[in-house]
């Protein structure tokens, strides 16, 4: 079902949040609502969206879904207050302002509840006209006219006094002017103060940093709030707003209290504090607005945070599936382990299993001459091109163990540490055991191992995105949003890189643009049943595989022995005729285009140009025509782990060492240095220049050089730096 497209306001909200015109925006909402894919629309609806990339057409996506669900909400509380009788102007005008979720949401909870409160009963009891007396005469005998309106519900002039200050209260409470002001106070004043909980300072040893902690809210960075909520949550801080940071201590009114004073016309200078208005205000501030405010900024922060640390993520996520490929290579996959032994699996050039082995060169064990042997004839028996050896228990002591192997084998091969984030999840998956029913879930881990190394894209895949371990505070953000992120950057990394539709596996072919996990399946028992595909064509034979997911896939599958060259291109089927074109000015074949930039040069372009595709999408043919079928990923290079730096306690001050991007953060990025515990490269120290952001400046996945400026063994904690003056 189609999507109601954004109203011109909302168009031109997105046009300027994202800094491209309202007629991209209108343009992108056209096709996206029509079932084209983001990543269809990226590469082959450049025309359109006037060479809108992948990135900035997520984005809109994103912004896109947000905005229609927060405008679906939006209507629903406006209804829902309109027929209640509550809906008043400024209200209405307030929620028609609010820009996120959060804010719409704090905005309607006063208005909400169905539950009867105090000052709800007290007004059903009738209390409301003394409410006001006192109010307007605060200096009335309150006891003596209590007694007219004492009944059932409040027996005593305690009780009738104190339900006459609730009303008050309640209207403060949903008095919206009056809270944007102490809210705007609160932002631009208050400090967030954070403390450890007493008796649990061993406990809390990672959170030490925020054991006597004070930061004002406007200027808390994500990260900062994240770490700290993640200690309230675990019972080892506490957290709460101080609204007069900079106060002198010996004033016992808020100048929030003044605010509320000022808003309702007195001032409460000279007041005594007896005074029934200056009594309210107090218990109005502390009791109830102080509380409700302070839920409302902190979800706002929160609610940002989150989204920052989605985004850092899903950026991770990007560069770890775009890490470069080892290709075609025999690898021998080695998960590593002390009592239980090493698993060791071996797998083709094409990733198919071809045996595996249980060894125990370590202890407690210590079969290493024994375990060496059965390494080495593997090594020669499958001409093995390179080990992965995974980044768990027993890892740099397998390390040294597989270099005794290669030395005494003859053989000329590498190395690598690889990590086994979520190899577990893999093993013991519905998918591991239908793609490899015969081995032990163990076996099953290495070979995972040794094909993540041939290619990390196709075999990280299979992994639900949460489980590969590059994200921080996971699951203390919205798990959906979280998950639609990590899907995106997944299925923009596939399509990135184009999928091999005669050995894809169904959860790779999952992600191509327009299938789904049941086309995908689809497409698997067509090949099992017929054979492999000699033509793009013939994916419309596939059951359920219709013309718009033809259309949306096509260009991103590619068959290697086509009879078609152009079916181990980019190029869409759609646009096929415009290569004949090309090869028809020229002259020549249509294979001969491929790989042949100068005689590409030749081609008129303008002279193809027709009223479906303009010159933007004929460059882009001619790119693809250049280098066909190019893998946008790095070239595969090895990380070389210092010898004999095994663990946390092998360290010293100032060694210098190579080690992997593990995790880029906000406050700076994580390195694998092969001891077991990654270490930080605070954001001061990514290089020699002023650094904001360190996604620019290291990815994850990417080889460094670093030098140890801390090691602190109580907290597990490494300080690295970049720098050159370090290193």
């Known amino acids: 079902m189609n999507k109601p497209a954004l109203n011109k306001e909302l168009n031109k909200q997105l046009a300027n949040e994202l800094t491209i015109s309202e007629q991209q925006v209108n343009t992108f909402i056209s096709l996206y609502d029509e079932g084209n894919t983001v990543p269809f ?51 209405a005008q307030q929620l028609n302002q609010s820009v996120s979720k959060t804010e719409l949401e704090q905005l309607y909870l006063p208005f909400k509840s169905k539950r009867i409160n105090k000052a709800q009963l007290a007004i059903q009891a009738g209390l409301e ?25 409040f027996s005593s002039s305690d009780e009738v006094v104190a339900g006459a200050m609730q009303i008050i209260i309640e209207r403060l409470a949903v008095d919206i002017p009056l809270l944007s002001k102490l809210k705007n106070q609160l932002i631009n004043n208050a400090n967030i103060k954070v403390s450890v909980v007493k008796g649990k300072e061993q406990e809390a040893l990672k959170f030490k940093d925020y054991f006597d902690y004070s930061e004002p809210v406007k200027r808390i960075l994500p990260h900062r709030l994240l770490a700290i909520l993640r200690g309230k949550s675990e019972g080892f801080l506490r957290v709460k707003f101080e609204a007069d940071p900079h106060q002198d201590k010996s004033i016992k009114t808020s100048y929030c209290e003044v605010i509320i004073a000022s808003h309702l016309g007195f001032s409460l200078k000279g007041v005594s504090t007896s005074n029934w208005r200056a009594e309210v205000i107090k218990k109005a501030w502390k009791s109830k607005l102080l509380t409700m405010l302070e839920t409302q900024i902190s979800s706002a922060l929160k609610e940002k945070a989150y989204d920052e640390a989605i985004q850092l993520f899903a950026t991770n996520l990007k560069d770890l599936l775009m890490s470069a490929p080892a290709g075609r290579k025999v690898v021998l996959g080695f998960d590593p382990g002390f009592r239980s032994g090493c698993k060791i699996a071996v797998i083709d050039a094409t990733g198919k299993y071809l045996c595996s082995a249980t060894i125990y060169p370590h202890a407690p064990q210590k079969q290493w001459d024994s375990a060496k042997q059965q390494v080495i ?28 192997c290669i030395e005494n084998s003859g053989f000329d091969l590498k190395q690598l540490i690889v990590s086994e984030a979520g190899a577990s999840v893999y093993s013991a998956s519905e998918l591991a055991s239908h793609e490899l029913p015969e081995l032990d879930v163990s076996i099953r881990g290495a070979v995972s191992i040794a094909r993540r190394l ?17 994200g921080l505070y996971q699951h203390d953000v919205n798990q959906t949003q979280l998950s639609q992120r990590l899907q995106a950057v997944v299925e923009d990394c596939v399509n990135a890189v184009g999928v091999d539709l005669n050995s894809a596996s169904a959860p790779l072919l999952s992600f191509v643009a327009g299938l789904n996990s049941r086309i995908a399946e689809n497409i698997i028992a067509h090949r099992d049943q017929n054979g492999l595909f000699h033509s793009r064509n013939e994916l419309k034979k596939v059951a359920r595989l219709g013309n718009k997911a033809f259309e949306q896939s096509a260009g991103f599958l590619r068959i290697t022995e086509a009879a078609n060259p152009l079916d181990n291109t980019a190029v869409h089927p759609e646009s096929y005729y415009l290569v004949n074109k090309m090869a028809k000015q020229l002259n020549v074949a249509v294979a001969s285009l491929l790989n042949q930039t100068n005689l590409l040069e030749e081609v008129d372009n303008k002279a193809l140009v027709d009223t479906q595709f303009g010159l933007l999408t004929i460059d882009g ?12 990923r790095p070239e595969f290079k090895t990380v070389s782990y210092a010898k004999g730096i095994n663990k946390i306690t092998d360290l010293e001050v100032g060694l210098t060492l190579q080690g992997v991007i593990s995790n880029v953060t906000n406050f700076g990025a994580f390195v694998d240095i092969g001891v077991h515990q990654d270490g930080l490269v605070h954001i001061s120290h990514l290089a020699d220049k002023f650094v904001s952001d360190p996604t620019q400046i290291v990815k994850a996945g990417q080889i460094v050089s670093v030098k140890v400026l801390e090691v602190d063994l109580q907290r597990k904690r490494i300080a690295l730096s970049m720098r050159s003056e370090s290193l």
């Open 41 to 91: 629309i990226a590469r082959y609806r450049k025309e359109m969206t006037k060479g809108l990339d992948d990135t900035q057409l997520r984005a809109l996506e994103t912004r896109l879904s947000y905005l229609r669900e927060l405008e679906t909400r939006r209507s629903a509380i406006l209804k829902a207050l309109t027929e209640s009788g509550k809906l008043c102007a400024q209200l």
């Open 129 to 153: 006209p003394f409410a006001d007396k006192l109010w307007f005469q605060p200096e009335s005998d309150k006891i003596r006219l209590s007694k007219a309106y004492i009944c059932h519900a």
């Open 377 to 404: 004839s593997l090594l020669k028996q499958h001409r093995v091109d390179l080990v992965a050896i995974g980044n768990g228990t027993a890892s740099r002591e397998s390390e040294q163990f597989i270099s005794e």
């Open 454 to 470: 041939q290619d990390p894209l196709a075999e990280l895949v299979k992994i639900d995105a949460k489980a590969i371990g590059v």
């Open 621 to 632: 043919i001619k790119q693809e025509l250049r280098k066909p079928n190019r893998d946008p």
